[in-house]
């Protein structure tokens, strides 16, 4: 038993390492060319939040919370604000392009890479707001569905 654990907690670290590293490599063009990027900690929840709730959605037999049915629970009810946390961010920031521009704190850059950095921007944070969005609407039900079947399992 505490060879599998030692197992999946080598899993669990891997996969840290894969969200850092992704992480990493979608906000370093941001933080290299934009110096006052307003939505940093906005974009780094939506990107962790989409690789592990998508982790959990399809790799749950392979984590640590597999077999602890109090931890799921637990889940269960603390994704319902997560989920319009996620939501209302994801507001802000798409007010934030109708209202203002993204040009305001891109003030410093030269013409031709400001384009392309705000499309990346714009993309990358719709993708991973919403990706992180879906995933945590689906997130307690499969936590529910991990739940029934183990509890079904023991009683057969």
């Not at 921007?121 to 039900?141: D, H, K, N, Q, W």
């Amino acid at each position: 038993m505490a060879k599998q654990t030692n197992l999946l907690l080598s899993l669990e670290l891997v996969w840290w390492i894969v969200t850092f590293i992704v992480l990493g490599a979608v906000l370093y063009p941001i933080i290299s060319n934009v110096d006052d990027y307003p939505f940093l900690i906005q974009n780094i929840v939506f990107i962790i939040a989409f690789i592990t709730l998508t982790r959990h959605l399809f790799f749950l037999k392979h984590s640590l919370i597999a077999k602890k049915q109090l931890v799921k629970i637990a889940l269960i009810f603390l994704s319902i604000p997560f989920i319009f946390f996620l939501i209302y961010q994801l507001n802000l920031f798409q007010t934030y392009l109708d209202e203002k521009s993204m040009d305001e704190f891109m003030t410093g850059m030269n013409f031709t890479n400001k384009p392309w950095l705000i499309r990346f921007i714009r993309t990358e944070m719709l993708f991973f707001g919403v990706g992180s969005i879906i995933t945590a609407v689906f997130f307690p039900i499969r936590m529910l569905i991990s739940i029934w079947r183990t509890k079904n399992r023991d009683s057969v």
